[in-house]
């Protein structure tokens, strides 16, 4: 079974960092593209990076020089680094993966919503001022 499980979340406040984890099992893990999005309360799952096999990576511009995507391919998991804290990345974090790089990717960079391959089941973060 393709499995995705996120850790990591809590409360911090504005300014302050935390360290997402996300462990995959169940597929290839040197195969997928894995993602970190967001949901907050009435908006839109965000795409806000991406990290491939090859260590390529991608960040939207709303997180772009505060976060940090990294992989251990030994140990199957991404991490997702999150530096000056904002009250508004308040949300739920999922991973996600696919093996088409590209439908990824253009989620980050354009807001092209895809339907992937597999998803954590989420994480809370919550930011206060």
């Known amino acids: 079974e393709m499995q995705l499980v996120e850790s990591g979340g809590g409360l911090v406040q504005a300014g302050g960092s935390l360290r997402l984890s996300c462990a995959a099992s169940?597929?290839?893990?040197?195969?997928?593209?894995i993602g970190w999005f967001r949901q907050a309360p009435g908006k839109e799952r965000e795409a806000i990076s991406c990290?491939?096999?090859?260590?390529?990576?991608y960040y939207s511009d709303s997180v772009k020089g505060r976060f940090i995507i990294s992989s251990n391919n030994a140990e199957r998991t991404v991490y997702l680094q999150m530096n000056s804290l904002k009250p508004e990345d308040t949300a739920v974090y999922y991973c996600?993966?696919?093996?088409?790089?590209?439908?990824?990717?253009?989620?980050?960079?354009?807001?092209?919503?895809?339907?992937?391959?597999?998803w954590g089941q989420g994480i809370m973060v919550t930011v206060s001022s």
């Open positions: 996600g993966a696919d093996s088409l790089r590209s439908q990824v990717r253009r989620w980050v960079l354009f807001g092209h919503h895809a339907d992937l391959e597999v």
């Open positions: 169940g597929f290839n893990f040197d195969r997928y593209t």
């Open positions: 990290i491939s096999s090859d260590g390529s990576s």
